[in-house]
């Protein structure tokens, strides 16, 4: 055998159909679009993943307001809570966080409740101090009056408090 240097024929160039380069570039095109596709659906996932995670932290923030309201125990911020509950229906309604929305509403509704309650029986109490101011000008007709609207704001005084409870047992001796 004789002793080669390691020289070979050159490649000869590959030479393809028609049919195959057409095929090569359907496979291409295929190819491209299927990028296509799949970037688009990766960045549609990641802006519905952004949306529904903005979605729950103003669910949460909703919820934080509203309890904020809830704890003042004060009229005016229960009304508060109701008007961002009804401003910001579409944030609570039909999320996994309604039922507990609805629960702290009843409450706001039954802090409003109380608070007018007790403003109309200390409302009714100032009415008979009023009255009694000046007991001896008063006939037996109005004393038995003023006796009756005290025993009705003795009844609901509970709702004023110990302090208030108290004032109206001493008014009543």
């Known amino acids: 055998m004789a002793h080669q240097h390691g020289h070979e024929p050159a490649p000869h160039p590959v030479k ?12 291409a095109g295929l190819l491209i679009i299927t990028l296509i596709v799949v970037l688009s659906i990766s960045g549609k996932k990641k802006r ?4 529904a995670k903005a979605a729950e932290q103003a669910l ?20 508060a809570g109701l008007r961002l509950a009804n401003d910001q229906s579409a944030i609570w309604k039909r999320s996994d966080k309604e039922s507990e929305v609805m629960r702290t509403l009843t409450r706001l509704q039954s802090i409003i409740d109380n608070s ?7 409302s009714r ?10 007991p001896d000008s008063l006939s037996p007709e109005a004393l ?23 004032k109206v047992k001493d008014t009543k001796k």
């Open 60 to 79: 949460n923030t909703f919820v934080t307001q509203l309890t904020e309201f809830e704890d003042k125990h004060t009229e005016d911020a229960a009304q």
């Open 16 to 27: 393809f159909d028609k049919a195959t380069k057409i095929g090569f570039g359907a496979c």
């Open 116 to 122: 007018r309650e007790r403003n109309s029986v200390e």
């Open 125 to 134: 109490f100032k009415e008979v101090e009023t009255r009694l101011a000046n």
């Open 144 to 166: 038995r009056d003023i006796k009756v609207g005290l025993d009705e704001v003795e009844t609901r005084a509970s709702i004023g408090g110990p302090d208030f409870e108290k």
């Open 48 to 51: 519905e993943d952004a949306a």
